[in-house]
């Protein structure tokens, strides 16, 4: 290969990727929020004691593509299961929930040609959640809920161990009783191939504003939720 068309691979790999207004994701983060403390905060009825699908979360950004509608029926064959594994706790009937996690992560997890679909987004969710099977491996380690309150560091060991990477666990905590916080949301993160992937290692390398930028939007995460504290007692709220 000439010089010359060396260069001109270079410029047009460069002009490419500046024409291109997303990159393509490194890391997606599986969500998982449980039922009975996101209600707490957001005023629902839950009525199911298993941690829920809150959403899949590449690392690229946010609202990829405003033209790209959601359509259910392109999902017909997953909506048993998006009910049962990914139910919009606020309106337990509607869309809503999955057409806005759609607009906002879906969007632009379809940058990668494994996602590039509404069929291939959502069930590659379910798929993961499905393997994680997070609800009973946290009651095969007797974390169970229950008006005790946990070691935070038992919980976070018996997912690390269990899977062998660090997830990102949130609690919610109250300005009220700061003596002890609520378990809320674990996210597992995985690379490109969906292989696992520590959830805090990649954060440590990632800028400030890009840390936590899942965390801005109300819909997304409750506002209240923050990243569980070592040193305080966790609660495991039952259904009541
Ligand atoms: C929970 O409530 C919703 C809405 O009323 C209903 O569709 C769903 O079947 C219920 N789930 C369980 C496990 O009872
Ligand atoms: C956005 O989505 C529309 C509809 O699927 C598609 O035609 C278009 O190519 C997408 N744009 C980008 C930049 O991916
Ligand atoms: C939704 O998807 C279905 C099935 O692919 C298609 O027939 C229909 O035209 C789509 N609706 C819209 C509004 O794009
Ligand atoms: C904790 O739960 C047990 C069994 O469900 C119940 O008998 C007890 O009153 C509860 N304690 C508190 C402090 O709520
Ligand atoms: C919590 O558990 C860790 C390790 O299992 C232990 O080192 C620590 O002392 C415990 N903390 C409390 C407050 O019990």
């Known amino acids: 290969m000439t010089l010359n068309s060396r260069l001109l691979i270079v410029l047009a790999a460069a002009l490419f990727s500046a024409a291109s207004p997303h990159e393509m994701w490194t890391k997606v983060t599986l969500t998982h929020h449980w039922p009975n403390t996101f209600c707490s905060m957001e005023h629902c009825h839950p009525n199911i004691s298993y941690w829920s699908l809150h959403g899949l979360w590449p690392n690229n950004g946010n609202d990829c593509n405003s033209t790209w509608h959601f359509n259910s029926s392109q999902i017909e064959d997953l909506l048993p299961d998006m009910r049962k594994s990914w139910p919009d706790l606020l309106k337990p009937t509607s869309f809503s929930f999955w057409k806005y996690e759609w ?32 609800s009973s491996v946290l009651k095969k380690f007797d974390i169970i809920p229950s008006n005790k309150t946990y070691n935070f560091s038992q919980i976070e ?65 409750p506002s209240g939720f923050k990243v569980c504290d070592h040193d305080i007692p966790v609660y495991y709220p039952p259904l009541l």
């Open 157 to 221: 060991e018996v997912i690390q161990h269990f899977y062998g990477v660090t997830p990102k666990i949130q609690c919610a905590v109250s300005t009220k009783n700061t003596d002890v916080q609520t378990l809320g949301q674990i996210e597992i993160c995985f690379d490109a191939d969906f292989t696992l992937l520590d959830c805090e290692k990649q954060h440590i390398t990632e800028t400030d504003s890009k840390r936590g930028w899942h965390q801005l939007d109300g819909v997304d995460t």
């Open 103 to 134: 607009f906002k992560h879906g969007t632009c997890a379809a940058e990668a040609d494994a996602l590039n679909s509404q069929h291939k987004y959502f069930s590659k969710a379910l798929e993961l959640y499905h393997k994680l099977d997070l």
